[in-house]
């Protein structure tokens, strides 16, 4: 595990896990309201799945949907809505 930081303490959650030279981290709506949640420094390489009220019908039948629905990390924001989750895979460069 490794250490996150973030301003919204009381609105959104993060955790991350390093592995085989890529971090997951999973960003949290903790609010009934929607968070936009700022990842400086994201590589171009960085890939998000979102889960919200709309995608957990779909995921609760598909055990492998946030694989399924990643798609890039267009620009360093990520809007969540209400509860929603988020995981964003970032590759680490290599060290020689």
């Known amino acids: 595990l490794l ?4 301003s919204g303490a009381d ?3 993060t955790i991350a896990a390093e592995k085989d030279w890529r ?3 999973w960003v949290a709506n903790l609010t009934s309201k929607a968070q936009s949640v700022k ?7 960085a890939r998000i799945a979102l889960l919200g009220a709309e ?4 995921a609760a039948t ?3 949907f946030m694989e399924s629905t990643a798609r890039p990390l267009d620009d360093q924001f ?6 929603a989750v988020a995981r964003v ?5 290599f060290s020689t």
């Open 55 to 58: 995608q957990f019908e779909r």
């Open 89 to 93: 895979d970032l590759d680490l460069p």
């Open 62 to 64: 598909d055990p492998n």
């Open 78 to 83: 990520i809007s969540l809505d209400a509860y």
């Open 3 to 6: 250490s996150v930081g973030t």
């Open 11 to 13: 609105a959104i959650a």
């Open 39 to 45: 990842l400086p420094d994201a590589p171009s390489s």
């Open 23 to 25: 971090v997951t981290l």
